[in-house]
């Protein structure tokens, strides 16, 4: 599985919109068949961060991922609403998608 966490900084006049204005990428790329789970999340310490959290299932459809057309046009439209150059973790790792915490689980 191919893991990636990327946090964009938006710029303050673009923060309130930024899930609304990054949603068809964020609905293209879910329906992609190699796309395990790509989510969004707000910062609680900075309003104008946001950190995606994407799963692919391998190297190959990551590769598609980066050569679709909404992924180049999600980044054209992505670059004028950021403050600073996204920062990433890419990662290739075994796992097949999520699994259960072993050190927390629903009490019976």
Avoid at 5 to 20: D, I, M, N, R
Avoid at 67 to 75: E, I, N, Q, V
Avoid at 99 to 105: K, Q, R, V, Y
Wanted: aromatic fraction near 10%; hydrophobic fraction near 45%.
């Amino acid at each position: 599985m191919i893991l990636i966490v990327v946090k964009f900084t938006a710029k303050p006049e673009h923060a309130g919109s930024w899930l609304e204005k990054t949603a068809a990428f964020t609905a293209a790329t879910r329906a992609e068949e190699g796309n395990l789970f790509f989510d969004w999340s707000r910062s609680v310490e900075d309003p104008n961060q946001f950190v995606l959290v994407e799963g692919f299932r391998d190297a190959a459809a990551g590769a598609a991922h980066v050569a679709t057309d909404h992924f180049k046009a999600g980044l054209e439209s992505m670059a004028p609403l950021i403050a600073r150059t996204p920062e990433i973790i890419h990662c290739d790792i075994p796992n097949e998608g999520f699994g259960p915490m072993g050190e927390l689980a629903v009490e019976d």
